[in-house]
């Protein structure tokens, strides 16, 4: 099976942490329980949709993830813990909860059978504040409670080189970090690369509060570089767990952008193209140079040193801005915040590319590497203003696939979007190297409560998310139903 399903709209997240099951299961290798733990249950639930030894079910000797692990394996589980903070509402919306990467965890022990390392790692946004995240997620008493209770390799790691604060008066300040403790291999994927065709662009490629010229070290005529973090090279299985949400530059967020928490550096990930459409770039529509300038302040305010400029300059944008209560702009888009974003989409599918075909040495082969699973946890998933400050969604849904491109194709259906228009997944189905999804769209399948195809998931578990502003319109379903 492609795809499996779990659906539960009332369904939600154990906050019993360490987020022991609720029942002593028959494989179980712990004996500790919560009072209430529904979550684990569906992630068994889940397993046995996806076939994964459902021989040996509720039996002692059940291996779900045996399929994927061996002994003496590296297993990366990869969450996303964005940031410790979300503006518009809670935390569960925003990050991958705690109880489903403990359920997923034990199952990675079992298969492991003592021998082997886990690393859980994620690259969460600059400002993040990691051992706060880590913290609201539980994932210190999860890991307190293994290396009191287990003798496996299991480790915790930011896979960030630094984090950034931004100054009130401009600047980023910047704390180096420990990093991988793997180190980091530079990705170059040249002409495999989904930029190949677009090198003379690298001067207008940008990431927000990152110093462009920095960026530049990595995308030029010569290079398209990505600074992979050592772990996930060097893993023999990763186990993706997205939260699912929209996303201001993507449109959506699951199994795909999830990739992005693998790099060490973000200054090498291109999330849009400086300017207008007509003017080459993908920043927003039209071209508009109260834009131009209140852009070319933002990159001056985050790359200063000198506290009184970036006050002046700060003073500046902020005047540039308040011009559209007076004269409005043509459109209301800004750093690549809007369905013409077609920048991030490539750089995306070429972060997949690495985790599925590049060796342990960072060379891209031509069959896949390392074995790869994906679990989306949208129990709580976020819409509008996601992926740094989504609203609430209630889904009681969890999805799980080896291919995270037909996982993401069921997630864009639940979500009530359509994935001809989500411009991430137009590349991944059409990448000019390395087929992403080995099949034709329309033949995925999808075990959920019955055996489905993928048309038929929208009026079978369809939620209809609200997109980000900047998509609203422009990726929905249409009115007629299902779009191929």
Known sequence: MDVAIVQDLDLD????IPFHPSKRYPECPFEHQSAKNRVYDAIRTLFLRLGLDGTHYNMPSWNPLGQYISPGDSVVIKPNLVRHYNPAGGIEE???HGSVIRSVLDYAYIALQGQGIITIGDAPVQSCKFEEVIRI???DQVIKYYHENTEINLRLVDFRKWA?????CGGIQQEELDGDPEGYTLVNLGDYSEFTGLNDDYQKFRVTNYDKCQMQRYHN???HSYVIANSCLQADVIINLPKLKTHRKAGMTGALKNMVGIIGSKDCLPHHRVGSQNEGGDEYLHKDTRKRIATHLSEAIDTTDKHWLACLQSTARLLTHATKYVLPHRDDYYEGSWYGNDTIPRTIVDLNKIIKFADKNGILQLI???QNLTIVDAIIAGEKEGPLEP????CGTLIAGENPVAVDLVCSQIMGFDYSRIPTLIHATHAHTHTMLTKAIEEVTI???DIIPLHEVYAAYGVNFTPTLGWEGHIERSSQGFKS
């Open 13 to 16: 997240y154990c906050r019993e």
């Open 94 to 96: 925003q990050i991958t």
């Open 137 to 139: 997620a539980g994932l």
């Open 164 to 168: 950034g604060y931004p100054r009130k």
């Open 221 to 223: 005529t010569d290079a």
């Open 368 to 370: 896949p590497q390392r």
């Open 391 to 394: 609203s609430p969604k209630p």
């Open 447 to 449: 075990q959920a409560d």
